[in-house]
């Protein structure tokens, strides 16, 4: 059967509507009805905001009238242009019939017209599947078209509240070990003070952190970008809490963000990471420390947090598993090279 694939208005209510839904489908059937995913109104806000880091462009899939899936396309513009990162989704009622392929094949296409000479993705099974995720759909079907696994990411849940003598104990012990830093908190956008600090620490987190066979390479510490996500996360009704610790100096040597959604209730781990000077000092407790008391404090409805990290952090996955995170899935992060 053959498939209609269309780039849809992001300003056309209905089209985003069939688009998340084929989205939102297609997820909870792989991975579980209450999979935390993005939102109807933070997908549609994302698709509607005029980038200067990403080009992103939304495509319906359709056969014999109906929506059968969608795909999706982010092209960066600023760092790491030779990358396109991909999405197909196809309801569990329509597969098997050739709509994923032709999909993916239309992406690939659109990417080398991009001048992108590598594909990359991603794809979340049942933690129990195991590290390969064999028999996980995803998996499965970026595997027969060639993408390979370049790094295998664990996502972690915390439920809310933590015990605040759990987090008492925990700041009792590294005290001494941070006494030579500044820890300092807020919600919402990162102070004008630290935010080149913030952002050269932003930037690295992608090359510092384990990134096993990604096709990537470091990106430019840009305050505009960081300012562009901020104005984003609150078009998107979501709250950002921020920690960093500054060295003796003034310079930013860690730092870790949340962001709440408005929707789910749920808060999302996003970048967090200490300077290489910095390190064995326990500043990546210290600052996942701070910024847990203060979504506790500010967002008390808050029910749990959300985290991805590389199954080969084990320093991360041992501060995460300290302050009371446990393993809940797992998601591989696929590549693969169109030239070159």
Same mark, same amino acid.
């Given at each position: 059967?053959?498939?209609?694939?269309?780039?849809?208005?992001?300003?056309?209510?209905?089209?985003?509507?069939?688009?998340?839904?084929?989205?939102?489908?297609?997820?909870?059937?792989?991975?579980?009805?209450?999979?935390?995913?993005?939102?109807?109104?933070?997908?549609?806000?994302?698709?509607?905001?005029?980038?200067? $880091?990403? %080009?992103?462009? &939304?495509? /319906?899939?359709? *056969?014999?009238?109906?929506?059968?899936? !969608?795909?999706? +396309?982010?092209?960066?513009?600023?760092?790491?242009?030779?990358?396109?990162?991909?999405?197909?989704?196809?309801?569990?009622?329509?597969?098997?019939?050739?709509?994923?392929?032709?999909?993916?094949?239309?992406?690939?296409?659109?990417?080398?017209?991009?001048?992108?000479?590598?594909?990359?993705?991603?794809?979340?099974?049942?933690?129990?599947?195991?590290?390969?995720?064999?028999?996980?759909?995803?998996?499965?079907?970026?595997?027969?078209?060639?993408?390979?696994?370049?790094?295998?990411?664990?996502?972690?849940?915390?439920?809310?509240?933590?015990?605040?003598?759990?987090?008492?104990?925990?700041?009792?012990?590294?005290?001494?070990?941070?006494?030579?830093?500044?820890?300092?908190?807020?919600?919402?956008?990162?102070?004008?003070? $630290?935010? %080149?600090?913030? &952002?050269? /620490?932003?930037? *690295?987190?992608?090359?510092?952190?384990? !990134?096993?066979? +990604?096709?990537?390479?470091?990106?430019?510490?840009?305050?505009?970008?960081?300012?562009?996500?901020?104005?984003?996360?609150?078009?998107?009704?979501?709250?950002?809490?921020?920690?960093?610790?500054?060295?003796?100096?003034?310079?930013?040597?860690?730092?870790?963000?949340?962001?709440?959604?408005?929707?789910?209730?749920?808060?999302?781990?996003?970048?967090?990471?200490?300077?290489?000077?910095?390190?064995?000092?326990?500043?990546?407790?210290?600052?996942?420390?701070?910024?847990?008391?203060?979504?506790?404090?500010?967002?008390?409805?808050?029910?749990?947090?959300?985290?991805?990290?590389?199954?080969?952090?084990?320093?991360?996955?041992?501060?995460?598993?300290?302050?009371?995170?446990?393993?809940?899935?797992?998601?591989?992060?696929?590549?693969?090279?169109?030239?070159?």
């Amino acid at each position: 059967m053959s498939v209609e694939i269309t780039r849809i208005d992001p300003f056309d209510d209905a089209a985003v509507d069939a688009w998340w839904d084929a989205y939102a489908t297609a997820e909870r059937a792989d991975r579980g009805p209450a999979a935390p995913l993005w939102s109807r109104e933070e997908s549609r806000s994302e698709l509607q905001q005029d980038s200067t $880091v990403v %080009e992103r462009r &939304a495509f /319906l899939l359709r *056969s014999d009238g109906l929506v059968v899936g !969608s795909a999706s +396309l982010a092209l960066p513009r600023k760092d790491n242009t030779h990358i396109a990162h991909l999405a197909v989704c196809v309801r569990p009622e329509h597969r098997r019939r050739g709509f994923g392929s032709t999909a993916l094949a239309f992406l690939e296409g659109e990417a080398l017209n991009a001048e992108r000479t590598t594909a990359q993705s991603a794809a979340s099974w049942p933690h129990e599947l195991g590290p390969e995720g064999a028999g996980a759909p995803g998996r499965e079907f970026a595997r027969r078209h060639g993408y390979t696994l370049a790094l295998g990411d664990l996502q972690s849940r915390l439920p809310l509240p933590v015990d605040p003598a759990l987090l008492d104990r925990i700041e009792a012990d590294i005290a001494d070990a941070i006494a030579g830093y500044e820890i300092r908190s807020w919600v919402g956008r990162v102070p004008d003070d $630290v935010i %080149e600090g913030w &952002a050269i /620490l932003d930037a *690295s987190v992608d090359t510092e952190a384990p !990134s096993g066979d +990604l096709d990537i390479e470091p990106v430019t510490p840009d305050v505009s970008s960081i300012r562009e996500s901020e104005e984003l996360i609150e078009r998107q009704g979501r709250t950002s809490f921020g920690t960093i610790a500054l060295a003796a100096d003034g310079s930013a040597a860690a730092y870790t963000q949340l962001v709440v959604s408005g929707d789910d209730g749920n808060a999302y781990q996003w970048g967090t990471l200490v300077r290489g000077a910095d390190r064995g000092h326990r500043l990546g407790t210290a600052v996942k420390l701070a910024n847990l008391r203060m979504l506790q404090h500010e967002a008390p409805q808050a029910r749990a947090v959300y985290t991805y990290n590389a199954e080969s952090n084990a320093h991360m996955l041992a501060v995460n598993i300290l302050l009371g995170f446990r393993p809940s899935e797992r998601m591989g992060e696929l590549q693969k090279r169109l030239l070159g």
